[in-house]
């Protein structure tokens, strides 16, 4: 007898994507659900991303830092408050990212994106929450 398929416990994990660049954000949106994860967005403003997360709550998120000149910040305390664990993904060193409490202790996967960077990362952030 052939083993049963069984379904990919990640398709029912969904992954909110903040990311104002198209390409990366398709990327990113490409690399998740090609590894079974249902991506929501992605969002390329703030006021994108929260509009989403007035109706949806992901189980994770990916943050660009910069959203067209807007700290993603926002973005980030209502994920803190919602207690949804979330990953950086920025060029920024950590540095230079917006000192707010929101984003400290957030990984940063750091650009450009890697499939195992991204997919480490999330999974981490999961199983710390």
Same mark, same amino acid.
């Given at each position: ?16 994507? +903040? ?19 249902? +991506? ?7 006021? &994108? ?56 202790? &957030? ?23």
């Amino acid at each position: 007898m052939q083993g049963a398929a069984y379904p990919d416990p990640r398709s029912s994990v969904s992954v909110l994507v +903040v990311e104002d660049n198209f390409l990366i954000a398709m990327d990113v949106e490409a690399m998740l659900e090609q590894n079974g994860y249902r +991506v929501i967005g992605p969002a390329t403003y703030v006021s &994108a991303a929260l509009r989403l997360l007035d109706t949806l709550t992901p189980d994770v998120a990916v943050l660009d830092v910069n959203l067209r000149g807007q700290s993603v910040t926002p973005v980030a305390e209502r994920l803190r408050e919602t207690s949804v664990p979330f990953v950086l993904a920025s060029a920024y060193a950590f540095q230079d990212i917006d000192g707010s409490d929101a984003l400290k202790g &957030a990984v940063n996967i750091g650009k450009p994106i890697t499939e195992k960077r991204l997919l480490e990362a999330l999974q981490a952030a999961i199983a710390a929450e």
